[in-house]
């Protein structure tokens, strides 16, 4: 069964830094793109960030490009994201998701929230 | 960045009615190697969303096949036939050609 966990969400202040964690099992991680997406309270999906199976190729919209960095350990088995300088309008559920057809497997999700 | 136009964004069924649901692109999702990246998530309330139909109308591992996918270029439809009370939720589209990835704002499905 495929699971994908994330963690290290939490409160920060604007300007700030946060890095999310996803931990996967059930299938072979580093045969997979892998990706981040986000949903503010209420609202609708954002794709934030996909990284190849090699972390060799990144992709990012403009809204974080610069500010975000995707990454993973293909031997840990985890994926990673990098949020630097924060705003308020990063506050969100970020999900980590598997690029397998689509978005072919989900996580909980984690709640980042953005505020002083 | 291709922008995808849900439509209609609430709808009321009853159980064992049928129901579309419209998806349009404002380019070709049609990728450089002939397939096309459009994909049905739904994401039921206090969930992760869940993957429906991939490429258009391919159906996801234990996806019930009461569920349908249609279309081309930059139309698409869902299909829900024989609605069941666990189909309420948010139906999203998502196009997964062109960069920056994007999807639909998504139609709320609720069960009279």
């Known amino acids: 069964e495929v699971q994908l966990v994330e963690s290290g969400g939490g409160l920060v202040q604007p300007g700030r830094s946060l890095k999310l964690s996803c931990a996967a099992s059930?299938?072979?991680?580093?045969?997979?793109?892998m990706a981040w997406v986000r949903q503010a309270p209420k609202k609708g999906l954002e794709w934030v960030a996909t990284?190849?199976?090699?972390?060799?190729?990144?992709y990012y919209p403009d809204s974080v490009k610069g500010r975000f960095t995707i990454s993973r350990d293909n031997a840990k088995s985890s994926l990673y994201l990098q949020m630097n300088s924060l705003k308020s309008e990063d506050t969100a559920t970020y999900y980590c998701?598997?690029?397998?057809?689509?978005?072919?497997?989900w996580g909980q999700g984690v709640m980042v929230t953005v505020s002083s | 960045d291709v922008v995808m136009t849900q439509t209609p964004p609430s709808l009321s069924v009853a159980i064992g009615q049928s129901v579309s649901i419209s998806c349009k692109s404002s380019q070709s999702l049609v990728y450089s190697d002939g397939k096309t990246y459009l994909h049905w998530l739904l994401q039921s309330p206090g969930r992760s969303p869940k993957r429906l139909i991939y490429?258009?109308?391919n159906l996801g591992s234990g996806v019930p096949d009461r569920f349908s996918g249609t279309g081309s270029q930059k139309d698409f439809t869902l299909k829900i036939s024989r609605v069941e009370a666990e189909d309420l939720g948010v139906y999203y589209c998502a196009q997964t050609t062109h960069f920056p990835f994007t999807f639909g704002s998504g139609t709320k499905l609720e069960i009279k």
């Open positions: 490429q258009v109308s």
């Open positions: 990284i190849s199976t090699s972390g060799s190729r990144t």
């Open positions: 998701a598997r690029h397998e057809s689509g978005y072919g497997d």
């Open positions: 059930g299938f072979t991680f580093s045969n997979y793109y």
